[in-house]
């Protein structure tokens, strides 16, 4: 029954924002009528992690049904110059956390790893590794992460498609039958997200991606998920995102939560830069080339590239290239900048 008391308004948040337009409507609909029933209701809602899980699962492999051979041999092409422009923002990023820390009298390592753009979870646990106040991390994440979740789509659905929202452009995979047998490869690969989802930074979706990659560049043939599970995915991932984030938090940080929503407004706008010049540099749509720069999760960029006419797969592989730099090598840079 608690499950029950979550879904119904997560469902309705879904049909009211799709029935209004409003962007990502299977994603932001059930995240806000959950964050404001949590709310109102002054307990938390229960919402499985499994639910989630699964949920990831099928976003991981939908997103890599969107992958041609011909493609990959492009999207190589694009490393060297995201990357550059990776670090950039990075810098900039690092740089608006100590400015933070210095006018606000936080700790210098907490402010910083709330400032970075990377995924909210990964953050939390980097800086919990170096004893940085993963709490105040985690808040000041959370701050970043509502307003990139309600900023960017919106701005980019606004900007290359005009009022109102489009229909997604739903991944084909090779166009037969979802009752096919090939469909029961999505078990194995599901499976293997499961099981080995601690080998990578949200590995529980990355894993996922990457083996239905593979298979889309064999011989293997390929079925499309059925639309009904890609918005039911993202309704459980929007759920899990509406219960995690807390307006008492939030209240707690007090005029720290507005130092953190500016850096993530400035972040924006340097993205949003770097974005144009990725598309000069490398002859990219405009808008593929800003949504792999945005500084948003690989989920709801990659959903948001479904609807405006950009890559999707061009977003997932750089989205996913920054997560991987940032994980990798932000923490050991980190340390060796406040632990010297």
């Not at 940032?326 to 010297?340: E, Q, R, S």
């Amino acid at each position: 029954m608690r499950h029950l008391e979550t879904l119904i308004p997560a469902v309705l948040g879904g049909f009211l924002f799709q029935t209004l337009n409003l962007p990502l409507p299977w994603m932001l609909g059930p995240l806000t009528a959950v964050l404001l029933y949590q709310e109102s209701a002054s307990r938390p809602l229960l919402w499985s992690p499994l639910i989630k899980q699964l949920g990831l699962i099928v976003l991981g492999i939908s997103f890599g049904l969107y992958f041609q051979t011909e493609l990959l041999m492009q999207i190589t092409t694009y490393f060297a110059p995201y990357i550059l422009m990776t670090t950039i923002l990075l810098s900039a990023a690092v740089s608006l956390g100590l400015l933070t820390a210095r006018l606000t009298g936080l700790s210098r390592t907490p402010s910083v790893f709330g400032a970075i753009p990377g995924g909210l979870t990964e953050m939390v646990i980097a800086s919990e590794e170096l004893k940085a106040q993963p709490q105040q991390v985690l808040i000041f994440q959370t701050v970043r992460l509502v307003v990139v979740l309600f900023t960017v789509p919106a701005l980019m659905i606004y900007l290359f498609t005009g009022s109102g929202t489009p229909e997604a452009e739903m991944p084909s995979g090779d166009g037969i039958s979802f009752f096919s047998p090939e469909a029961l490869l999505f078990l194995g690969v599901g499976a293997a997200g499961f099981l080995l989802q601690r080998l990578l930074p949200a590995g529980i979706m990355i894993i996922p991606l990457l083996l239905t990659v593979v298979l889309m560049i064999s011989p293997v043939m390929l079925p499309a998920v059925p639309e009904l599970l890609f918005y039911s995915a993202q309704l459980a991932v929007g759920v899990s995102l509406g219960i995690s984030i807390s307006f008492s938090d939030i209240r707690k940080a007090g005029s720290y939560s507005l130092y953190f929503a500016l850096i993530a407004f400035l972040l924006i706008a340097l993205s949003m830069l770097l974005g144009l010049l990725l598309a000069w540099w490398t002859g990219m749509e405009i808008e593929t080339a800003l949504l792999s720069t945005a500084p948003g999760g690989i989920v709801e960029m990659v959903l948001t590239a479904s609807v405006t006419g950009a890559d999707p797969a061009v977003v997932t592989s750089l989205q996913l290239l920054r997560v991987i730099l940032i994980v990798t090598f932000v923490p050991p840079l980190l340390k060796k900048m406040f632990y010297k």
